[in-house]
């Protein structure tokens, strides 16, 4: 099978290095589910491994946050950051589309900012003698809104259906936005007044949130040391195309996910919504997005199948900003509070084992004490 990437490969040299029980999970009968997840699966991950080094090259940020951003992309969601002024989330947009070929756009969130700012407007043309649409900056294929807590509800409203749906509508037109799409949402935690926090409903609609965090002393000190002051992405070339982000996509849609991983994330969501310290768990949404999140870690190891070890590192990020906990007291903040819930909850659950005889076991320890009794 010829793939998109330039290359053409095989099936059967993505099937997972030994046996099925090797992988962890599923049935015997899941062999060929696995090898036919597993096509594209080599120039896929190479495609995440160089945008991620080419990334990692011009940001200061942790390669850690740099891979969250490049999975993010790849499973098809949008990234919320939570983090101060001044730590290059808008060269991290910038970057991620001068690599894929594409474009990338600002937008300043302010209060008085109008939907018809972001989506665009008709103009009326005289040459013509009728209305010409004028797209908004939302056309483009990795867009920042900056501070986006900023904005009124009826812009902030227009922003997350044009991430939900991929495309606006103006004056009774509907007009698709560009694939790929990939918006970097930011908040600014320290400045509250005069904004307009994102509900829990809005929030929802973001795959993952995290936080860049300030640099590693080494890593400022090379920007101080840059005497000119140039900018970082200058001489930075396409890493892919757009046609192989789309190829890489699909690669990641079709990584497989055993039954029993997809009961361990139901699992897990379900001990949220029963947490002593948690008032609302984990939506369904919320479970589908980690899905998708373990789905292109998996992608990105190298891996045509998901293992509980996916699951367990994309909760955080993918779940945080979802739970809406019963403290919230002044000293620490809702996402510390959530992750400590999270990890809570990933430590009470029992993780599926590698299969034996063809069955997947749990480490339930309930059941260990019974049979010890």
């Known amino acids: 099978m010829t793939e998109p ?3 053409t490969m095989s099936a059967e040299s993505q099937k997972p290095p030994g046996s099925e029980a090797e992988t962890g999970m599923g049935n015997s009968g899941d062999g060929d589910a696995v090898r036919d997840a597993g096509s594209g699966t080599v120039q896929a991950s190479r495609v995440m491994a160089d945008l991620t080094d080419a990334l990692d090259a011009v ?3 942790s390669r850690n946050v740099v891979e969250l951003a490049v999975a993010t992309f790849v499973a098809g969601g949008h990234l919320l950051l939570e983090d101060v002024p001044g730590v290059g989330k808008t060269t991290l947009a910038r970057a991620l589309g001068r690599a894929i070929g594409g474009s990338s756009r600002r937008i300043q969130f302010t209060p008085d900012l109008l ?3 972001l989506t665009g407007v008709d103009i009326f043309s005289q040459a013509s003698s009728s209305f010409v649409f004028h797209p908004g900056p939302l056309f483009a294929n990795v867009v920042i809104a900056d501070e986006i807590n ?3 509800p009826k812009a902030q409203s227009a922003m997350l259906e044009a991430m939900g749906e991929g495309r606006v509508s103006v004056d009774g037109e509907t007009y698709a936005l560009p694939d790929p799409y990939f918006v970097v949402a930011t908040q600014n935690p320290i400045e509250l007044e005069g904004t307009y926090p994102l509900p829990e409903a809005q929030l929802d609609r973001f795959m993952v949130c995290t936080s860049f965090g300030y640099p590693s002393l080494s890593a400022e000190s090379a920007m101080l040391r840059d005497a000119g002051g140039s900018d970082p992405l200058t001489g930075m070339q396409p890493i892919c195309s757009e046609r192989q982000i ?6 990641c849609s079709t990584i497989y996910l055993a039954q029993s991983v997809a ?9 949220t919504r029963g947490h002593p310290n948690a008032r609302y768990g984990v939506s369904p949404r919320g479970s589908l997005n980690l899905a998708a999140m373990a789905r292109a870690r ?3 190891q190298g891996r045509n199948f998901v293992i509980p070890e996916d699951v367990q590192r994309m909760a955080a990020p993918a779940w945080a900003h979802r739970l809406v906990t019963t403290d919230r007291s002044y000293g620490s903040s809702p996402l510390d509070q959530a992750r400590d819930i999270i990890a809570d909850v990933i430590e009470r659950v029992p993780a599926p084992r590698p299969q034996v005889g063809g069955h997947a076991q749990r480490s339930d320890r309930r059941d260990e ?4 009794r």
């Open 263 to 271: 009961d361990y994330i139901v699992e897990l969501a379900h001990a």
């Open 5 to 7: 990437f330039g290359g």
């Open 369 to 372: 004490a019974i049979a010890e």
């Open 59 to 61: 940001l200061s940020c």
């Open 246 to 251: 789309s190829a890489v996509r699909s690669a």
């Open 150 to 152: 900023r904005a009124n």
């Open 298 to 300: 998996a992608l990105g």
């Open 115 to 117: 939907p018809g700012d």
